[in-house]
Antibody
Framework: QVQLVESGGGVVQPGKSLRLSCATSGFSFSLFGMHWVRQTPGKGLEWVAFIWNDGSNKLYGDSVKGRFTVSRDNSKKTLFLQMTSLRAEDTAVYYC?????????????WGQGTTVTVSS | QSALTQPASVSGSPGQSITISCTGSSSDVGGYKYVSWYQQHPGKAPKVILYDVSNRPSGVSNRFYGSKSGNTASLTIPILQAEDEADYYCSSFTSRSTWVFGGGTKLTVL
């Protein structure tokens, strides 16, 4: 079955960088777009980024645009999120999410998440 | 992009019907069919229960129903069960080619 396993989270100081990974299995990774979504402690969900199946196009939320970069390695079936200039408000659980269809952006299966804490 | 508006909490007794609303604008909910609903139990990842307003993914209970009127989408559970107690979120694609979520609704089964 579809599995998404995030890693790379941890505690990082403000202004520093961190790279998250999402290892996938159980589906043809190269055929599906992928999202990153985050959830702040005790608060709701916030969409972070989306990447086309072939990596040709990327979309970002306003709060991370210019600081975060989404990428993928289809040969390794892995999704990445490079986060720079981190701020306290970036503290959250970060989920990678597979799309429902090969042509759309509707969210389908979610990973279990990795926690990022930005603190001095 | 402002979050979609959901009631903070909703409650009902087993067997009762509940509806959770999700209000946006013509730039998101009202302008696209790409509205989804997610269920999240404590300590778990969200799970999609409806997509494209009213479609259920394979394996999702047929007790969840979705609809949309103007800028407001709705999730209805006609016959509430204890295991439905969870947080529910809506999301929509937007005219800026982004996605936006609602603030979430805590459903309590009395």
């Amino acid at each position: 079955q579809v599995q998404l396993v995030e890693s790379g989270g941890g505690v990082v100081q403000p202004g520093k960088s961190l790279r998250l990974s999402c290892a996938t299995s159980g589906f043809s990774f190269s055929l599906f777009g992928m999202h990153w979504v985050r959830q702040t402690p005790g608060k709701g969900l916030e969409w972070v980024a989306f990447i086309w199946n072939d990596g040709s196009n990327k979309l970002y939320g306003d709060s991370v645009k210019g600081r975060f970069t989404v990428s993928r390695d289809n040969s390794k079936k892995t999704l990445f999120l490079q986060m720079t200039s981190l701020r306290a408000e970036d503290t959250a659980v970060y989920y990678c999410v597979k799309t429902l269809t090969m042509t759309g952006g509707e969210m389908d299966v979610w990973g279990q998440g990795t926690t990022v804490t930005v603190s001095s | 992009q402002s979050a979609l508006t959901q009631p903070a909490s909703v409650s009902g007794s087993p067997g009762q019907s509940i509806t959770i609303s999700c209000t946006g604008s013509s730039s998101d909910v009202g302008g696209y069919k790409y509205v989804s609903w997610y269920q999240q139990h404590p300590g778990k990842a969200p799970k999609v229960i409806l997509y494209d307003v009213s479609n259920r993914p394979s394996g999702v209970s047929n007790r969840f129903y979705g609809s949309k009127s103007g800028n407001t989408a709705s999730l209805t559970i006609p016959i509430l069960q204890a295991e439905d107690e969870a947080d529910y979120y809506c999301s929509s694609f937007t005219s800026r080619s982004t996605w936006v979520f609602g603030g979430g609704t805590k459903l309590t089964v009395l």
